[in-house]
Each structure stands twice: as structure tokens, then as C-alpha cells.
């Protein structure tokens, strides 16, 4: 095991495979048939701020392995914190003994060799920021400073902060897979209010990249996030009814990450989902694709293999709005009599499309097209059912009237049945953005129902 150099982590990635396969040579001795194991460090510090003080500190750094043994089709897990040869034999022991008590399952196992990844292509996911907590708060009062200069009607702050977080891992099983990687995520935000009166609203904005030099400077972040909530001042309630809708880009994710869960194995073979034997199913218009590609170099959801070691690949998830597959680990994948798609721990770089999006279709001529309706810059709640598809939110954003902006607002409802609202996907805007794996820009839907006053 050795201690790295220049990083922020006390092993290099040939320690943790030592030790990974370590617990695989223990759980084989003490009799288990199959095993896997991951161990992973972490290393990250968070500082925040509000109102041009300092509030928050935090430094995190830990280490931890995990063993999963089988006998037979009983599987037992078992993680420790201590990575002393003494406390993993531990580990494989408890592992071993909740595995002796468990029901044999008989979808249960390790992946077959023929799925693991050919290769493991270098993805450039590692970018570690060697800051110290002095300058991430300078950073962090820097963007709160920006936001409250905007306007004298930025009064308050709920704060800004700066997050750095380094991670690596390595994953290996009895069948012949090994492989990690380190990987880094780095963001900062800020969340002004404004008041006029008695009158307050908030808004907030981030920037996150893995590269610390891709992030956004602090003064744009807090500009921009003042200049949200100063738009957000005068909000009113409108009356029931029934109207297009904008989803704006970085809610519009939000839908497709129901629409992830609802093709993910876990709730096909409960049969909990409302898109059950939706593969080959038209469930968008046909201008609508959406790709996938674990493979863009230094993207959020990227990475040459899952989390049970099984090979990725880009594919296209639906294509002229049909359904071509879904989202299954090794497990689901049995449950169901398929095979894995490579998503043990979620989707890859989701990318939203439409073949009648051109480069002048920004959020402002969305508006226009849409002439008459509702601009949702904001939901509240969890009203999303995954097996009826019914949704219903608290929702904010603007009216809009014969193609422009009136009025912000709020206190309303909007709902409707995902099923009604992907196949009522009208016009994808082209101001895409990426919000964790998932990419798309604004989107507009024929109608939903806006319960107001």
C-alpha cells in the first residue's frame, strides 16, 4: 500500500487495488464461492458564507471497503472504515455470516466475465484543486459580494458557498474484473433575496465542473442569480386553467430523470412504472431523441465501465421518439430476462433533443412560440407518482401574453400525466444546458392544467 504524492488522497490507485483484492482472497479462504469487493477514498472542503461573513468550515477525509461474498445464491455485504488487514477480515466474517442467514436468491451473483469492458478508456474525470479554505471563502464572498450589488433591492443573502470534493475507488470480483479511477467535482453558488416592501423573493445559481477552471467566475454566478431574484419581485397568482407550459432548461432534466426511473429496471420488474413494455413504444413525438454517451471526456456522467464492472456504451435511448432500451444492472437484468445494459449507479450523459431545433431557437423565441402560457422557472414538492406518471407541483415562473414576459408568478399548481406530456412535447429550445447527467434545453409542452386563484 502506498502513500500518494501531490494529491489529495493518502493511497495511489495500486494501494487500493491491493487491498481490494486482499478481501477477495480473504472471502475466497474463509469459503465463500464468489465475492467482490470496493474500496474508495475521499477527500473534499466546503466553506460557506452569508452576508460578507464567514459561517462554515468543513474538511472530510475517509477511507472504506466494502466485500459482498456469496455462497451459493446467498449473499452477504459488509463495509469498514478501518482498512487494517485485522478489521477486513472482520468485515469478510460478518459478510460470510449475514450471507449463512439469508435466503438463497436465485437472480443473485456476480456479472459473467463476457460483460466486462474490453478496454477502459482514460475519460480525463480527475482535476484535483489545490485551494486552501482561505481562498474558497474569498471565492464564496466574492459571488455573494456580486449578487448584492446588483440592486439596493438585494437586502439579504441566504449565503453563497464553494465545494471541493475528490474521490477515487477500486472495484474488483472473483470472475476476473478489476478496475478504478480517481475523479473530482468542484462547485459554487450563491442564493440572494431580494425585497421590495414587504415583498421577498430568493433565487439561486450554481456553476459545477469537474476542472476547477471551467467554473464560472463568482462575480457572473452572483450577477446572475441577483438578477433572478430581482425578476422574481411583484409575483401574483393567475387563474385556473389550462395553457402551454415552458419548462425551463434546468427543470427540464427533471423530467427526464423521471423518465430514467421509470425505464429502470428496479420498477420494470415490480411492476411499478408507468412506461411497463415501453421499449418500441413511440412515447415522445418523432422529433424527439435522446442519446447517451458514457464516454464524453471529463463530463459528469461519464465513465469507462459501471458500478458491478459491466462495459458501458453510447447508445440512443429513444429514437424518433420510440423507446430502444433501458436502464439494467445485472440483477434487474435477470429479474427480467435480459440483458444488462450497464447502469448499475444510473444513466450516463443524457442528452434531450429535437430534429426541429435550429440555433436561433432560444428560450426568448420559445416564448414566443408559445404565444400564451406559463414559463416555470421553479417546482416544489415531490407530487411525481412513478407508477401512474400523474404530476402535480407547486410551481413559480412568469405569464406570459402574446409572446412576452407580463408578470412573475406564484402560488400556483401545474399538472398533468407524464405520458400526456412527453407525447405533448412540442419544441425543444436550443439553450441547452447540462444539470448533473442530463442535458436539454427549455422545453415546451402543449398544455398543462394551472391550478391558480
Given at each position: 500500500?502506498?502513500k500518494?504524492?501531490q494529491?489529495?488522497?493518502?493511497?495511489?490507485?495500486?494501494?487500493l487495488?491491493?487491498?481490494?483484492?486482499?478481501?477477495?482472497?480473504?472471502?475466497?479462504a474463509?469459503?465463500?464461492?464468489?465475492a467482490?469487493s470496493?474500496v474508495?477514498?475521499?477527500a473534499?472542503?466546503s466553506?460557506?458564507?452569508?452576508?460578507?461573513?464567514?459561517?462554515t468550515?468543513?474538511?472530510?477525509?475517509?477511507?472504506s471497503?466494502?466485500?459482498?461474498?456469496?455462497k451459493?445464491?446467498?449473499?452477504?455485504?459488509?463495509?469498514?472504515?478501518d482498512?487494517?488487514?485485522?478489521a477486513l477480515?472482520?468485515?469478510?466474517?460478518?459478510?460470510l455470516?449475514?450471507?449463512s442467514?439469508t435466503?438463497e436468491?436465485?437472480?443473485?451473483?456476480?456479472?459473467e466475465?463476457?460483460?466486462?469492458?474490453?478496454?477502459?478508456?482514460?475519460?480525463?474525470l480527475?482535476?484535483?484543486?489545490?485551494?486552501?479554505?482561505?481562498?474558497?471563502s474569498?471565492?464564496?464572498?466574492?459571488?455573494?459580494?456580486?449578487?448584492?450589488a446588483?440592486s439596493?433591492?438585494?437586502?439579504?443573502?441566504?449565503?453563497?458557498?464553494?465545494?471541493?470534493?475528490?474521490?477515487?475507488?477500486f472495484?474488483a470480483?472473483?470472475?476476473g474484473?478489476a478496475?478504478g479511477?480517481?475523479?473530482?467535482?468542484?462547485?459554487?453558488?450563491?442564493?440572494?433575496?431580494?425585497?421590495?416592501?414587504?415583498?421577498?423573493q430568493?433565487?439561486d445559481?450554481?456553476?459545477?465542473s469537474?476542472?476547477?477552471?471551467?467554473l464560472a467566475?463568482p462575480?457572473?454566478?452572483?450577477?446572475?442569480?441577483?438578477?433572478?431574484?430581482?425578476?422574481?419581485?411583484?409575483?401574483?397568482?393567475?387563474?385556473?386553467?389550462?395553457?402551454?407550459?415552458?419548462?425551463?432548461a434546468?427543470?427540464?432534466?427533471?423530467?427526464?430523470?423521471?423518465l430514467?426511473?421509470?425505464?429502470?429496471?428496479?420498477?420494470?420488474?415490480?411492476?411499478?412504472?408507468?412506461l411497463?413494455?415501453?421499449?418500441?413504444?413511440?412515447?415522445?413525438?418523432?422529433?424527439?431523441?435522446?442519446?447517451?454517451?458514457?464516454?464524453?471526456?471529463?463530463a459528469?456522467g461519464?465513465?469507462p465501465?459501471?458500478?458491478?464492472?459491466?462495459?458501458?456504451?453510447?447508445?440512443?435511448?429513444?429514437q424518433?421518439g420510440?423507446v430502444?432500451?433501458?436502464?439494467l444492472?445485472?440483477?434487474?437484468?435477470?429479474?427480467?430476462?435480459?440483458?444488462?445494459t450497464?447502469h448499475?449507479?444510473?444513466?450516463?450523459?443524457?442528452?434531450?433533443?429535437?430534429?426541429?431545433?435550429?440555433?436561433?431557437?432560444t428560450?426568448d423565441?420559445?416564448?414566443?412560440?408559445?404565444h400564451?402560457?406559463?414559463?416555470?422557472?421553479e417546482?416544489?414538492?415531490?407530487?411525481?407518482?412513478?407508477?401512474?406518471?400523474?404530476?402535480?407541483?407547486?410551481?413559480?415562473?412568469?405569464?406570459?401574453?402574446n409572446g412576452?414576459?407580463?408578470?412573475p408568478?406564484?402560488?400556483v399548481?401545474?399538472?398533468g400525466?407524464?405520458?400526456?406530456?412527453?407525447?405533448?412535447?412540442v419544441?425543444?429550445g436550443?439553450?441547452?444546458?447540462?444539470?448533473?447527467?442530463k442535458?436539454?434545453?427549455?422545453?415546451?409542452?402543449?398544455?398543462?392544467?394551472i391550478?391558480?386563484?
Open positions: 500500500m502506498t500518494t504524492k494529491t489529495p488522497f493518502y493511497y495511489d490507485q495500486p494501494g487495488a491491493e487491498i481490494a483484492h486482499k478481501l477477495l482472497a480473504m472471502a475466497q474463509h469459503g465463500a464461492t464468489d467482490s470496493e474508495s477514498e475521499h473534499g472542503l466553506v460557506s458564507v452569508r452576508m460578507g461573513s464567514l459561517e468550515i468543513e474538511q472530510t477525509r475517509d477511507r471497503a466494502g466485500v459482498s461474498v456469496y451459493g445464491l446467498r449473499r452477504g455485504h459488509a463495509t469498514t472504515s482498512l487494517s488487514d485485522q477480515q472482520a468485515a469478510v466474517r460478518r459478510a455470516d449475514i450471507a442467514h435466503a436468491d436465485p437472480f443473485s451473483g456476480l456479472p466475465a463476457k460483460y466486462q469492458p474490453k478496454s477502459k478508456p482514460n475519460l480525463d480527475f482535476h484535483p484543486w489545490s485551494i486552501r479554505a482561505d481562498q474558497a474569498d471565492l464564496a464572498l466574492r459571488a455573494e459580494a456580486a449578487a448584492r446588483v439596493p433591492l438585494i437586502q439579504n443573502s441566504e449565503g453563497a458557498s464553494v465545494s471541493v470534493s475528490h474521490g477515487q475507488f472495484n470480483n472473483t470472475r474484473f478496475g479511477y480517481p475523479y473530482s467535482r468542484h462547485w459554487l453558488s450563491v442564493a440572494p433575496i431580494a425585497q421590495r416592501g414587504q415583498a421577498m430568493r433565487d445559481w450554481y456553476t459545477t469537474r476542472k476547477p477552471s471551467e467566475s462575480e457572473a454566478v452572483g450577477q446572475y442569480a441577483a438578477r433572478r431574484a430581482l425578476s422574481r419581485l411583484g409575483a401574483k397568482k393567475i387563474p385556473t386553467g389550462q395553457w402551454p407550459v415552458i419548462f425551463e434546468p427543470l427540464a432534466v427533471g423530467l427526464m430523470g423521471s430514467v426511473h421509470a425505464l429502470s429496471g428496479s420498477a420494470l420488474y415490480r411492476r411499478a412504472s408507468f411497463l413494455d415501453a421499449k418500441g413504444q413511440a412515447i415522445f413525438p418523432e422529433h424527439i431523441d435522446i442519446h447517451e454517451d458514457p464516454f464524453i471526456p471529463g459528469a461519464s465513465a465501465f459501471d458500478d458491478e464492472g459491466i462495459a458501458v456504451q453510447a447508445r440512443q435511448l429513444v424518433a420510440v430502444q432500451g433501458y436502464f444492472s445485472m440483477y434487474t437484468a435477470r429479474k427480467l430476462q435480459m440483458e444488462p450497464g448499475a449507479g444510473g444513466a450516463h450523459n443524457l442528452r434531450l433533443t429535437s430534429r426541429k431545433t435550429r440555433p436561433t431557437d428560450l423565441r420559445l416564448i414566443k412560440t408559445m400564451k402560457g406559463l414559463l416555470v422557472t417546482v416544489m414538492g415531490q407530487g411525481v407518482n412513478g407508477l401512474t406518471g400523474d404530476y402535480s407541483r407547486g410551481a413559480f415562473g412568469y405569464w406570459v401574453e412576452e414576459v407580463v408578470h408568478v406564484e402560488e399548481t401545474i399538472a400525466n407524464l405520458k400526456d406530456m412527453y407525447a405533448g412535447l419544441a425543444v436550443s439553450d441547452e444546458m447540462t444539470r448533473g447527467t442535458t436539454t434545453g427549455s422545453i415546451l409542452l402543449d398544455r398543462m392544467t391550478a391558480g386563484s
